[in-house]
């Protein structure tokens, strides 16, 4: 079965920090670029940090770069994304999703929501709730 599955999301405080990892099955996630995006109550689906295959290279939204960190395992086939110094504004439901066709950058592919339907597979979701 084809799938992506999240994990690790969670209740915290602000300042705490979690990991979400998103695990493939049924294809190999080394040969796709993957994506992090959440969605809040009322808001648009945003994209948080993507990777590109083809050279590794890493997008990080404004608002959360130098805080979360995007990581793969491909031994596991599994993406991770480091969340550190949480902020109640980054409470959402968190997507991973894998993309085999090639966007022009890594920051298009995360950004612009004209290549969402591009993806192949989205996972679920779990939610990050950031409240004191």
């Known amino acids: 079965q084809v799938q992506l599955v999240e994990s690790g999301g969670g209740s915290v405080q602000p300042g705490g920090s979690l990991r979400l990892s998103c695990v493939a099955s049924g294809f190999n996630l080394d040969y796709y670029g993957v994506g992090w995006f959440r969605q809040a109550p009322g808001k648009e689906r945003e994209g948080v940090s993507c990777?590109?295959?083809?050279?590794?290279?890493?997008y990080y939204a404004d608002s959360v770069k130098g805080r979360f960190t995007f990581s793969r395992d491909n031994a596991k086939n599994t993406v991770y994304l480091q969340m550190n110094s949480l902020k109640p504004e980054d409470t959402a439901i968190y997507y991973c999703a894998a993309l085999s066709k090639p966007i022009s950058t890594v920051e298009a592919m995360c950004v612009f929501s004209i290549y969402r339907s591009l993806y192949d597979y989205w996972g679920q979701g779990t939610q990050v709730t950031v409240s004191s």
């Open positions: 990777i590109d295959s083809s050279d590794g290279s890493t």
